[in-house]
Nanobody
Framework: VQLQASGGGLVQAGGDVKLSCTAS???????????VAWFRQAPGKEREFVASINWRGGDTRSADSVKGRFTISRDYAKNTVYLQMNSLKPEDTATYYC??????????????WGQGTLVTVSS
């Protein structure tokens, strides 16, 4: 499966951005048996987990740093996972990546990763 992330850009602190992650490829690019997650990496920092969704069951998880501000969701018809980011802070500035894998434990080594989309939050 190939993942295409989009929606990043420049936004002022307190603003909102919605990222999209669309799956395509063999077998219709299905992610129906996978967990789809968003990660981010700020300049000079380690990549960190942001949020995830179990495509089939809809269960979601999110990092403490984004709880109450970011929401992950999915659209079956569009084979797309969204990350709605509200009340953005300068520290949310990073390149955001979406990835899909059978489990979170296998995400890094066996997951399919998108190319990343840059979100810059100005103060």
């Amino acid at each position: 499966v190939q993942l295409q992330a989009s929606g990043g850009g420049l936004v002022q602190a307190g603003g909102d951005v919605k990222l999209s992650c669309t799956a395509s490829g063999a077998s219709g690019g299905t992610v129906s048996n996978k967990i789809v997650a968003w990660f981010r990496q700020a300049p000079g920092k380690e990549r960190e987990f942001v949020a995830s969704i179990n495509w089939r069951g809809g269960d979601t998880r999110s990092a403490d740093s984004v709880k109450g501000r970011f929401t992950i969701s999915r659209d079956y018809a569009k084979n797309t996972v969204y990350l709605q980011m509200n009340s953005l802070k300068p520290e949310d500035t990073a390149t955001y990546y979406c990835a899909a894998a059978p489990t979170m434990a296998t995400m890094t080594m066996r997951g399919s990763w998108g190319q990343g989309t840059l979100v810059t939050v100005s103060s």
